[in-house]
T-cell receptor
Framework: NAGVTQTPKFQVLKTGQSMTLQCAQD?????MYWYRQDPGMGLRLIYY???????DKGEVPNGYNVSRLNKREFSLRLESAAPSQTSVYFC????????????FGPGTRLTVT | DQQVKQNSPSLSVQEGRISILNCDYT??????FLWYKKYPAEGPTFLIS?????DKNEDGRFTVFLNKSAKHLSLHIVPSQPGDSAVYFC??????????FGQGTILTVHP
């Protein structure tokens, strides 16, 4: 069991470039999430998908789009990267039940110059 | 509006002593509270949780206390070990399993 995997691990973009961050989970979870972590800000929810075929905005969705490709995969796209999107991005999954425990991937460190 | 706050950016403790990490929240709709631990260059890992209808949950060296009237929770680690050195995040959980995280507290346990 790989759990939650994310690609790439590191990425450097120039302002205005686009890219897609990939996330996959093998735990058969229904719900998936994208967060960003910035110094002193904790983890902030960008988008989430409660189940296959649905996506909803989180706390900081501007500048991002998502696709829930199937039950396993949830991708995050930056259409026109900005320096303010320099961050560490985490994908997570969960089976909503009694405890809301989420399982996180190792993260993607993105720098936009 | 920061719904979950961890007011101490860092905490330093001697090995074998108790570590107490604190968290305050404002959202009364949280059903669950969770603590996550994060090492550098890794994703957060789940540590312990507590339902909003309970006031204490214990798992080995880790105990979480919830004071609903004060909207405050704390994580106690006894005894602290150098391997506990990490960033600790508290989080509140609502519908669809959405979590709202605090800013994190860096715990350093000295040998």
């Amino acid at each position: 069991n790989a759990g939650v995997t994310q690609t790439p691990k590191f990425q450097v973009l120039k302002t205005g470039q686009s890219m897609t961050l990939q996330c996959a989970q093998d735990m058969n979870h229904n719900s998936m999430y994208w967060y960003r972590q910035d110094p002193g800000m904790g983890l902030r929810l960008i988008y989430y998908s409660a189940s296959e075929g649905t996506t909803d905005k989180g706390e900081v969705p501007n500048g991002y789009n998502v696709s829930r490709l199937n039950k396993r995969e949830f991708s995050l796209r930056l259409e026109s990267a900005a320096p303010s999107q320099t961050s560490v991005y985490f994908c997570a999954s969960s089976e909503v039940g009694s405890s809301y425990e989420q399982y996180f991937g190792p993260g993607t460190r993105l720098t936009v110059t | 509006d920061q719904q979950v706050k961890q007011n101490s950016p860092s905490l330093s403790v001697q090995e074998g002593r108790i570590s107490i990490l604190n968290c305050d929240y404002t959202n009364s709709m949280f059903d669950y509270f969770l603590w996550y631990k994060k090492y550098p260059a890794e994703g957060p890992t789940f540590l312990i949780s507590i339902s909003s209808i309970k006031d204490k949950n214990e798992d080995g060296r880790f105990t979480v206390f919830l004071n609903k009237s004060a909207k405050h929770l704390s994580l106690h680690i006894v005894p602290s070990q150098p391997g506990d050195s990490a960033v600790y995040f508290c989080a509140g959980g609502t519908s669809y399993g959405k979590l709202t995280f605090g800013q994190g507290t860096i715990l350093t346990v000295h040998p």
